[in-house]
């Protein structure tokens, strides 16, 4: 399958930890008023040497809490759909979708960032801000991601990540067109596999 939609002083350490509570104050107040995103995002996924592997478009929903509509169009079809208790990866060209439970690994995954809990940020991640982007660092060192970006535009709405995982891949994702808190039918985050579609279940 395609690859889809894929870390002494005292007072030194109060000064980073004060650091870190900002920052996450400050994102918490950027993504609270956000109950719902949908626009468009172009990937790119580079690898450790800044080679470009691949560049991939598409749309996608995002409704707190934990749901998430992630359609790749461009060059492989894909689509990732969960809603916060299931998940599926549905591969059209392969006629296959995968399908399985929502843990809290997957729960801190980037785009589920968005639509995740809030209040479950500084719990999860190291947050520190710079020249106007918040860098989250996950507590849990089985997380599916080393070190994340994130950017808001002057309109409030998040712009870019960028994704770095621990194989030393970045992913960059630039985001247009988005609507903050439309009316989104829940029906879209919630999969029905098309006749002759083959189902592997990883329970």
Known sequence: ??????????????????????????????????ASISGNFQQTLIDERGEVLQKSSGNFSVQRPGKLRWQTGEPYPQLLVTNNKKLW??????????????????????????????EEIRGSFNVSSKKGAYHLTPKNSSA?????????????????????????????????????NPQLSSSIFNFKPPKGTDVIRDE
Do not use: H
């Open 1 to 34: 399958m395609k690859s889809l939609l894929r870390n002494s002083l005292v007072a030194l350490g109060m000064f980073a930890g004060a650091a870190w509570a900002d920052a996450t104050d400050e994102l918490s107040r950027l993504l609270q008023p956000l």
């Open 89 to 118: 990866l549905y591969d059209p060209d392969l006629e296959q979708v995968t399908v399985r439970p929502v843990d809290k690994r997957m729960k801190e995954t980037p785009a589920l960032l968005l639509g995740g809990k809030v």
């Open 144 to 180: 599916p991601f080393k070190t994340m970006e994130i950017r808001f535009g002057n309109n409030g709405l998040p712009s870019a990540m960028t994704v770095r995982d621990g194989m030393g891949q970045t992913t960059k994702i630039k985001f247009s067109g988005l609507k903050a």
